[in-house]
């Protein structure tokens, strides 16, 4: 009789929607991961040609190494690098790892692993400098090869040929977003946060997600069957039948609590007395727009362009990034499309330069890499020009902490105007101009900012993240990371009041406009818009329609006065529980 796997439930963040079941690919990281399957007899050849392979890119990456040395230094340094060439060439290694192939049926990268860990272990316990180094020679091999045997993680999702659930230590933004959705079905990371941009990306993809599990990586194994539910956070391996009727229930009722919001598509984001809102979508690329349409959407109300660089990972040509602003642009128009300029840094980044940063969220970040750059900045807003000839778009900068940034700016944006002016390109000459507010500095003197700009946006994942010192991808002090923490509630409100008062418009567009019980909050406090993920839409619309702008507003006034986050996420759900409670099902 088959053996009966033990079921095993792991909790981490849930981060974006939806509960599906699928086999594991375990996704090899750089660092200490090594993945394990077993090798059926029909695939025992292509397993040594895949160890072959790897054997030969190890020789010539060394070889290379070499070279470079040797043209560089005295020759010396080079010549320690013909220890790691002669264990590629030592018979005993070469036919353990055939011999371990063989008859453990398992793939190349374990067995390399276990053969040389064998040696790594006896020589450890030796009191030999000599050897010692020679400890190190072997570790360094083994992770070259492992590491060429496993390709880096975008080739090997590439490799992908069925659908799976991808599990990895981390995944950067950038490969989350090479995700190919018919293969990745879900992903659970040991690291991550809900406002993580791999996190913000998964919604995105609509692709079921947990990240924060610790270790998953090593509690499952590729080929292993399992369950996620990427709304509570739960992920169930080996799942028994009846968890998989349970969770079958659960999503279908989901299905058709979504469906029926989905007749709310024609609707206005309006509360039950008339207040109206503008609800509009967060996105990430072109190929969005789609969705964007279809949810319902009044427009794009951020726009991450720096995708399109992390795609190319360079600064992407005037024209290029012309053409795909101009199409979403037509394809929204009349509704806005709101263009922020590039936010690379932090977990974003594509210039070597910030990944050596110690502090890479507190350094060149976003609008001071813009302003440190600017004939690069200008490149991108000459293009965003160009686009706002043939439809509704504006302007944002992010990250601004204070207003000589947004002077700075706005300087580089008149420069840009009189360049396209000289060359006769048409644009709008009255462009909106706008900023996130994401920094409590810039909460904090909205009043002075207010003067320079039409509009502000509340970028709430990095303000909670600046005001609460909390980083926002660190999944340890992520139970610290409250949205609603009296401080976080302060700044909005100084923000709107002070927008406001200057006859701006306030919008917000960090991942607390998509909860559909915050919602209700933000709209007591003033925000205007809520710029949300495209699925999130007829949800948040619902959330809206439910209540009436003098409860909202009531909310507001006694949220102010809360002293803990958690009082206020009470008095949130108590309000969804006595006007929507279907809501609480999707959360
Ligand atoms: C934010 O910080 O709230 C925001 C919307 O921008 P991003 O998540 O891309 O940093
Ligand atoms: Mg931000």
Not at 310 to 333: C, D, F, I, N, P
Request: net charge negative.
């Amino acid at each position: 009789m088959a053996e009966k796997k033990k079921e095993v439930v792991l909790r981490g963040i849930g981060v974006s929607p939806g509960v599906v079941v699928g086999s594991v690919y375990v996704l090899a990281s750089k660092s200490t991961i090594v993945p394990e399957w077993d090798v059926p007899v029909s695939r025992v050849d292509a397993e040594f040609a895949r160890f072959e392979d790897a054997i030969i890119e190890t020789r010539r990456q060394i070889s290379k190494i070499q070279k470079n040395l040797m043209e560089s230094t005295t020759g010396r340094d080079a010549e320690l690098f013909d220890a790691h060439l002669m264990i590629l060439d030592d018979r005993t290694f070469l036919e353990d790892v055939i011999e371990g192939i063989t008859e453990r049926r398992k793939n190349a990268e374990i067995v390399v692993k276990d053969v040389l860990g064998k040696h790594i272990d006896t020589l450890s316990t030796v009191d030999d400098d000599y050897l010692r180094e020679r400890v190190a020679d072997l570790r360094d091999v083994s992770r070259r090869i492992i590491s060429n045997l496993s390709g880096d993680s975008v080739s090997q999702l590439g490799k992908l040929n069925k659908r799976h659930i991808v599990v990895a230590a981390d995944l950067a933004p950038s490969e989350t977003a090479a995700l190919r959705k018919d293969l990745v079905v879900g992903f659970a990371t040991d690291q991550g946060s809900p406002t993580s941009h791999t996190a913000l990306m998964a919604r995105a993809l609509e692709i079921p997600a947990i990240v924060g599990l610790h270790d998953v990586t090593r509690t499952v194994r590729s080929g292993d069957e399992i369950l996620i539910d990427g709304n509570k956070g739960v992920l169930i391996i080996n799942p028994k039948p009846n968890q998989l009727k349970k969770y079958g229930e659960l999503a279908k009722a989901r299905k058709t609590i979504e469906r029926e919001l989905t007749t709310l598509k024609e609707e206005p984001a309006e509360t039950l007395d008339g207040h109206r809102i503008v609800l509009s979508a967060n996105v990430e690329g072109s190929e969005e727009v789609d969705a964007v349409l279809q949810y319902g959407a009044e427009g794009v109300g951020l726009f991450r362009s720096e995708y399109l660089y992390m795609s190319q990972e360079k600064v992407v040509g005037e024209m290029e990034q012309a053409e795909v602003y101009t199409e979403v642009a037509e394809r929204l128009s009349p509704a806005p499309l709101i263009v922020r300029t590039f936010d690379i840094g932090g977990d974003k980044s594509i210039f070597g330069e910030q990944s050596m940063e110690a502090n890479p969220f507190l350094g060149c970040r976003s609008i001071r890499l813009a302003l440190a750059r600017p004939d690069e900045f200008k490149v991108q807003l000459r293009a965003i020009l160009r686009a706002s000839a043939v439809g509704n778009v504006k302007i944002m900068y992010p990250m601004i902490c204070n207003v000589e940034e947004v002077i700075s700016a706005n300087d580089l944006l008149e420069e840009a105007k009189a360049e396209l002016k000289a060359s006769k390109v048409a644009f709008d000459d009255d462009i909106e101009v706008g900023i996130m507010v994401e920094i409590p500095s810039a909460a904090l003197t909205a009043d002075v900012i207010a003067e320079h700009v039409s509009f502000f946006s509340l970028g709430t994942n990095d303000l909670v993240q600046y005001t609460l010192a909390v980083d926002r991808v660190n999944e340890k002090v992520a139970y610290l990371y409250e949205p609603t923490h009296p401080a976080v509630l302060k700044l909005i409100k100084l923000t709107v009041d002070a927008g406001h008062k200057h006859g701006l418009w306030i919008g917000l567009c960090g991942e607390i406009a998509s909860d559909p019980i915050i919602a209700p909050l933000l709209i007591g406090m003033g925000i205007d818009e809520l710029s949300v993920p495209p699925s999130a839409v007829p949800l948040i619309k619902d959330a809206v329609r439910s209540v009436t702008l003098s409860q909202a507003k009531k909310l507001a006034e006694k949220s102010l006065k809360a002293s803990e986050a958690a009082e206020v996420l009470g008095y949130c759900r108590r309000l969804t529980k006595e006007v929507a409670p279907e809501l609480l099902e999707l959360i």
